[in-house]
């Protein structure tokens, strides 16, 4: 039988705001209002932002019907205040999607990865350096230095360009990118600067033209460093920009038919998707070995075993680090990085017997499928044992959707987990994470859950007892 939106249940909207109150304008407010309202209304509730009907999904079979549907692809208007990403392959839709898709998701297969994994070592042994410093310190607020590697780590795999922002170069480009996005997430929670007419009288406004400017510079660059080395065919590695390894991303882009417009959309789709929900899952799940110290020994003997004290961390030891990779699943469905992501329904559309109208907005609320009691009993307890291979079988195919899945799934999504074990294999090595007395994270999520009173850990040397 078929059923209207009216079915669906929520709180009840006011004129002309709707329900901005529920659902609050902070990353914080939003992040517990939703929380708050899963409680009280279920698994599927809609709530009206102005005249927009927003429906907040946290069923897995509905989530199965919108994932893997081949319609139901475009993305909401949300991400529309991410200038720089115009409409590349995380925000396009329809044929032009499709095309880059095809183009751009082989540059990820497996042997390219590969070959990512000396970057993955050596960023990841300067990480370790600077840390070195912070040991016996009361704490040590990790985000920072986690969100400079992703950086790092994502400019010289996808991009081919070593930027060193761990070593403080190239920092206004790294301050520009993390400055426009928290830009974008006030605007996005802002009754009014959501409307650019209204936004450029804010006084963000100069501040995001001069971020936009610089990003703008630094792709632009990009292309132009690696156009002239490949028709100079440079081999041998310039001082500090630009290196000799084949560049996948960047080279298959060139080598298409894309204009460098769109080459810089995607530029900046892979700079900004790629380093923030690395950072917010490396630094969740050290969050969680702190707080489970049990399961963090387990993590360590496992990699004493298959990693021991070697300096270069192989593929054979990720696909060897079982245990490991349980405990960074179940922190994704603890913290989930990317806590929803949303589609607009282009059509009417009929899913799970419920009638939509075209319009609706479709909040797949994925951290609130990974803390259904349906599918993840006592869903606040941290417990690895959930992804045993035998249990994973049992479970809703959907009810476990860190990198979304189906057509639009993530397409960093075996590059992320590879680079999150090998950061946490190579911090464990050398050290203990604890806890900080009475530090607890202020949880808030934008387009990825993040603490917003940063991420404080204790680090103290494996080899000392303190
Ligand atoms: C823990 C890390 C990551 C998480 C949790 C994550 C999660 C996601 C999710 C949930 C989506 C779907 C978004 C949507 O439907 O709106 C997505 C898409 C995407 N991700 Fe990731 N991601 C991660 C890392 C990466 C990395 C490292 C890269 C690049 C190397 C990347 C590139 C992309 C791209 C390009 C898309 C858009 C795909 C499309 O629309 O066809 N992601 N990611």
């Known amino acids: 039988c078929r059923h209207s939106l009216s079915v669906i249940p929520g709180p009840r909207p006011l004129p002309l705001i709707g329900n901005a109150f529920d659902v609050g304008n902070t990353p914080t407010a939003l ?254 799940a050290l969050l969680a070995l702190a707080d489970n110290p049990t399961i963090q020994q387990n993590v360590y003997e496992e990699v004493l075993g298959v990693v021991g004290e070697a300096k270069y961390v192989s593929m054979q030891h990720l696909q060897d680090t079982k245990y490991l990779e349980m405990v960074i699943k179940e922190a994704q469905r603890k913290y989930t990085s990317v806590p929803f992501v949303e589609r607009h329904l282009e059509e009417d559309a009929t899913i799970c017997g419920i009638d939509f109208p075209r319009g609706t907005t479709l909040s797949l609320y994925l951290y609130g499928v990974h803390h259904n009691e349906k599918y993840f009993p006592e869903p606040e307890k941290f417990d690895p044992e959930r992804f045993l291979p035998d249990r994973q079988s049992e479970g809703h195919n959907y009810a476990f959707v860190p990198f979304s899945a189906g057509p639009r799934n993530c397409v960093g999504q075996k590059f992320a987990m590879l680079d999150v074990k090998l950061i946490i294999v190579k911090i464990l090595q050398k050290f203990k994470i604890l806890q900080v007395p009475g530090y607890k994270p202020e949880l808030g999520m934008a387009a990825q859950l993040k603490s917003y009173n940063g991420m404080r850990l204790r680090l103290r040397r494996r080899d000392t007892k303190n």
């Open 31 to 284: 992040f517990n209002n939703c929380v708050n309202l899963l409680s009280q209304y279920g698994d599927i509730f809609k709530v009206f932002i102005g005249n927009e009907c927003k429906v907040f999904v946290a069923n897995a079979d509905f989530l199965e019907e919108i994932m893997s549907s081949n319609v139901h692809i475009t993305k909401s208007n949300a991400y529309k205040l991410i200038k720089p990403l115009k409409f590349g392959l995380a925000t396009s839709t329809g044929s032009k999607w499709r095309q880059r898709r095809k183009l751009i998701a082989p540059t990820f297969h497996f042997k390219i990865l590969d070959q990512f994994l000396e970057v993955f070592n050596a960023s990841t042994d300067i990480l370790v350096t600077k840390l070195s410093s912070e040991v016996g310190k009361d704490w040590t607020d990790i985000y920072p230095y986690i969100n400079l590697l992703s950086l790092d780590v994502i400019c010289e795999t996808a991009m081919g360009v070593k930027i060193s922002s761990q070593e403080g170069k190239n920092s206004e480009y790294a301050q520009a990118l993390f400055r426009y996005l928290d830009i974008v997430i006030a605007r996005a929670f802002s009754a009014w600067k959501r409307f650019d007419f209204l936004f450029q009288f804010s006084s963000e406004y100069p501040l995001q033209e001069k971020y936009l400017e610089t990003l703008q510079k630094f792709s632009t660059n990009i292309i132009e460093k690696r156009r002239l080395e490949k028709s100079q065919q440079v081999v041998e590695k310039t001082p500090d920009f630009g290196i000799k390894r084949r560049v996948a991303l960047l080279d298959v882009l060139l080598e298409s038919d894309l204009t460098n417009e769109d080459i810089e959309e995607e530029i900046n789709t892979f700079m900004f998707g790629g380093h923030d929900s690395t950072s917010s899952l490396v630094t969740f």
